[in-house]
């Protein structure tokens, strides 16, 4: 283990996440709200931090191995959530906790959207900014930007790249050098933010607004400005934005780009078509948004059909997307609707996403595995693999997806388990477990609205699988396996 050249790095990358403070900092000297002072301060103790660390081991540059990389994607995530915490602590007028403060940083940086504050129409709009901000930043990952655009990292940025990204195939390449795609995907991810702020500028936001909900949007967040959250705005054609770009959010970013490098040669559309992922996805979302809207319709006797259908595809696609946006109260919503709500939370988006959840092609695999389980029981001799599209499915990934299902499962129950033990009822720790793993966000019981009233020794364990949840189990977990630190 090369902890030497370790530090090295995390310092290097704690150093770019300090300028990132700056930004908030700018904003509070443009409104005048007095939160400067909590941003700069922020800003020089992780620079110091960051510099220490770097210095005092600058002249290590060891070539990484996959196990190094890791520890830098674990320990920078955790050594970014606490110091994101940083400036909730400063704001005197928040009196937070250690534990909220932490909640809210780790919540926005794996774009969660579960919050502790209250009172969002009135916070400082550098506050407001910078949870925004937490979660664009959060929603591609950080490591993805500092291997697009810091080669003075000194290392082949493979290992950082394979350890933050998610899905079953995240081995696979579009490129040769792992920095240009992830210049590719850091370039893609800035136009749809750009993209979806001017969509809800036009369509009625401010310009503050329609950039915060833009970074919340497209990394499939969920943390508005706004206690009502979007039904704030109480605006169909801004409903519709949202959902068209957490949905696009939802898609493979390496698939987008596959498809924009045939647009020239028309086969923009063709390459979506073809993905057998994407056609399982775009159904899944389909049918989950006529079940959902339909039920609406039926419950509210109010509703028209664009009501159902304009609400209905809002609410799907941000659980679905595990992005936490809201416009109903889900202690409100027929039980049946609820538990729809709660299904397509856990399956989730694309891989290589700015979703949380099992994943499509997790789901899709195991659907396909499942068939031909059945098929052998019918023909015990039938040699049939499992393919996706005209690919086969090594046996080595269908280990595992299996894998990870059962560290899903094993990781829900022992963080349930763990929040019980903090004081919280059986169900509120279920519901609780289930939306901060999943990174969905909204739940139900006691956090149907927010987390303020959950016990702080909880408010821990939350942060625990949020981080769980967004790096996907193994990079974490493979920290506490004995032969990982063995030579």
């Not at 995530?77 to 110091?83: D, E, I, M, Y």
């Not at 992830?182 to 370039?187: E, Q």
């Not at 801004?238 to 086969?267: D, E, P, W």
Request: glycine share 8%; net charge neutral; with cysteine.
């Amino acid at each position: 283990m090369r902890i030497l050249s370790i530090i090295r790095i995390v310092g290097i990358l704690i150093l770019c996440f300090s300028t990132t403070m700056l930004i908030p900092a700018f904003i509070a000297l443009l409104y005048g709200d007095g939160g400067g002072k909590a941003f700069l301060q922020a800003f020089f103790m992780s620079s110091i931090i960051g510099i220490f660390l770097w210095w005092t081991c600058h002249k290590h540059k060891e070539e990484l191995r996959a196990r190094d990389g890791f520890l830098i994607v674990v320990a920078f995530w955790l050594v970014l959530g606490t110091l994101g915490s940083v400036p909730f602590l400063l704001f005197e007028q928040f009196n937070l906790t250690l534990p909220d403060a932490l909640f809210e940083s780790f919540s926005g940086l794996t774009t969660t959207g579960a919050t502790v504050l209250t009172g969002l129409d009135y916070l400082p709009k550098s506050v407001l900014f910078y949870r925004q901000f937490l979660q664009w930043l959060g929603g591609m990952g950080i490591i993805v930007l500092a291997v697009a655009i810091i080669p003075l990292l000194g290392i082949g940025g493979t290992q950082l790249y394979q350890a933050e990204s998610s899905g079953p195939f995240k081995n696979e390449k579009l490129r040769p050098r792992i920095a240009e795609v992830a210049k590719l995907l850091w370039l893609f991810y800035c136009f749809l933010t750009i993209a979806c702020a001017l969509a809800y500028w036009f369509a009625g936001m401010t310009a503050f607004d329609a950039i915060g909900h833009s970074f919340s949007t497209v990394a499939n967040g969920g943390f508005s400005t706004h206690d009502a959250s979007l039904a704030y705005f109480d605006s169909y054609p801004i409903y519709l934005i949202t959902t068209v770009f957490m949905l696009i959010g939802g898609c493979s970013f390496n698939l987008h780009i596959l498809a924009l490098s045939h647009f020239r040669k028309q086969g923009f559309l063709k390459t979506y078509v073809k993905n057998t992922e994407f056609r399982f996805y775009f159904m899944t979302q389909f049918v989950f948004i006529m079940l959902f809207s339909i039920g609406l319709y039926v419950y509210y006797t109010d509703f028209s059909l664009v009501d159902a259908f304009v609400k209905g595809s809002l609410q799907l696609s941000s659980m679905s997307m595990t992005a936490g946006y809201t416009i109903f109260d889900f202690e409100t919503l027929p039980s049946i609707l609820v538990i729809l709500l709660i299904f397509s939370s856990i399956i989730g988006g694309s891989a290589a996403s700015t979703t949380g959840g099992l994943k499509a092609v997790r789901v899709l695999i195991l659907w396909l595995q499942t068939k031909r389980e059945l098929l052998h029981l019918i023909h015990p001799n039938l040699v049939q693999p499992i393919k996706l599209g005209h690919h086969i499915i090594p046996n080595r990934v269908l280990e595992n997806i299996w894998s990870f299902l059962m560290i899903f499962i094993i990781v829900f129950w022992v963080c349930v388990f763990a929040s019980i033990l903090c004081g919280m009822e059986t169900f509120d720790a279920i519901a609780a477990v289930l939306a901060t793993l999943t990174n969905a966000g909204p739940g139900l019981g006691m956090i149907h609205q927010n987390f303020a009233d959950v016990p702080d020794s909880a408010k821990l364990v939350f942060s625990f699988a949020m981080v769980c949840g967004r790096l996907e189990f193994f990079s974490l977990l493979v920290l506490f396996s004995p032969a990982f630190w063995k030579e």
